[in-house]
């Protein structure tokens, strides 16, 4: 009876994980091409990013500082629309991750 649950239970996370594995990669080909324009723009973004990362900014105001955050949240958020990327994990996913380290520990 135990052998049935377990290979129940296999069966169903299986079937379940290999429909959000190939929408997944679906969107994640489209997402990762970048055209040479957007790579010099990439490219920009981190030089300032590491400019700012690299300046002494012991010396600067109060607003001067908040202005240099301000610019770093805008090329992060532009960043990220130009590289778009990262992996996410459905709930669903996360579930059957969890169940599987369980039934394998």
């Known amino acids: 009876m135990k052998k049935l649950i377990y ?10 994980s290999a429909n959000t594995v ?6 994640d080909k ?4 970048m055209t040479a324009a957007q790579r010099v723009e990439f490219e920009k973004i981190t030089n300032r ?9 012991s010396h600067l105001s109060r607003a001067e500082k908040k202005e ?3 610019e770093l949240k ?16 459905s709930v669903g996913a996360i579930i059957i ?4 380290l369980i039934l394998i520990l």
């Open 7 to 16: 290979s129940l239970a296999i069966v169903l996370m299986l079937s379940i």
């Open 22 to 27: 190939q929408a997944a990669s679906a969107i």
């Open 30 to 33: 489209a997402k990762t091409e």
């Open 49 to 57: 990013v590491e400019e700012i990362r690299h300046m002494d900014k």
């Open 68 to 70: 240099l955050r301000n």
């Open 74 to 89: 805008e090329m992060k958020n532009h960043a990220r629309a130009l590289g778009g990327g990262g992996v996410y994990l």
């Open 97 to 100: 991750i969890i169940l599987l």
